[in-house]
């Protein structure tokens, strides 16, 4: 039998205590962005790394907003929306160079969201070959770079762009 050495999941599967609140507000609403992994903000959206990534740079794109509804967002914060997930994708494209991406909203728990109650996009950068044995025979997904690590790359060239 391999063995895969991860011990960074240790934090992550011994992590019984869960902080109240919606993770998307609380992102939102607080100043210590590295911590909570937020890249960037925009008067009605939230860029943020997820925490539980199925890929190096998977990202999460979400209204300001506490809503779990595409209806209950009007016009201009739709089009931010829409803009946040452009961004997403060439900061991604920049930063990971990926082959492709996979974009999805999951509406409700049936969907497979895992925060049901706050709406957000899931931006994956994918690349060819990426699915491997490890995935199909031992449903395990192999993730090559450390989250902080990909934080502070993607955050670094937030950070350029803004200053130029």
């Given at each position: 039998m391999e063995r895969i050495w991860a011990p960074w999941r240790m934090t992550y599967v011994s992590n019984t205590t869960h902080e109240p609140g919606c993770i998307f507000c609380l992102a939102a609403e607080g100043d210590n962005d590295r911590e909570r992994l937020v890249l960037a903000r925009s008067e009605y959206t939230l860029i943020m790394l997820n925490r539980y990534p199925y890929t190096c740079g998977h990202l999460m794109v979400s209204p300001l907003r506490h809503t779990a509804e595409m209806n209950d967002?009007?016009?201009?914060e739709l089009l931010n929306l829409m803009h946040?997930?452009?961004k997403s994708c060439n900061l991604l494209h920049e930063v990971?160079?990926?082959d492709g991406l996979n974009i999805g909203i999951n509406l409700g728990k049936a969907a497979g969201a895992g925060v049901e109650e706050h709406l957000h996009i899931h931006i994956v950068p994918r690349w060819?070959?990426?699915t491997n044995f490890m995935s199909v025979v031992g449903d395990v997904r192999v993730i090559p770079d450390g989250l902080m690590e990909s934080y502070d790359r993607l955050a670094a060239i937030l950070e350029i762009k803004?200053?130029?």
């Open positions: 967002l009007n016009d201009l946040a997930v452009r990971v160079s990926p060819n070959g990426d803004k200053q130029g």
